[in-house]
Every structure is written in C-alpha cells, then in structure tokens.
C-alpha cells in the first residue's frame, strides 16, 4: 500500500506505471491485469509480455514499480506493449541512463 500513499505515478493509453523507492539494490516488479482487460488467457499474455519487455531493459536500481494493463492492452501487439512501457519508463526515470530501448 506504500507505494499508492508515497509513490508517483505516470499513464498512458495502454499502461499505468505506478513506483516507489526501496532503497535496495535492485528494482522490483509487479504487473497487474483486471479483468477488464480480458479473459485469462489474455491477461497471462498480457503479463508475459511486459515481463519481457522489463527483463529485457535496463532499469535503474532501487524502485518498486507496479505495471498495470489498461483495456485497450487486450488487443495490443508485444511491439505496443514494449513501446509503452519503454515511454512511461524513460518518463519516470526508471530507464538507466545510456540505455536504449
């Protein structure tokens, strides 16, 4: 619950990135889909791909950050989905510097 009363938040058509500091050495995620966004099948799918998207950049340490899947996810493509995250990444500062997304 910290991380919704201390932690800021940025959004975007597809995605809410919600973060917090930890103060640990390595970043933390969560990714959540409602089932608003779809069946089972399509929120697992959902949360697969943005684990890849997020395993696949370089964060920068210390943050708890939650990732949760809007509506409009359910029909987006991996590509949409990375872009996404990518933007609300770069924009909350969680994307380690010099990286490329």
Known sequence: ??????????????????????GLDRSRFCFVASKRVGNAVVRNRIKRRLREAVR??????????????????????????ERAAHNLMRRTNLMATGSKP
Do not use: F
């Open 1 to 22: 619950m910290e991380i919704h009363q201390n932690g800021r938040s940025a959004a975007n058509r597809l995605l809410v990135l919600r973060l917090s500091a930890n």
């Open 56 to 81: 696949l950049t370089d964060c920068e340490p210390g943050w708890d950050a939650i990732i949760m899947a809007r509506k409009d996810a359910g029909a987006a493509d991996y590509g949409a989905l």
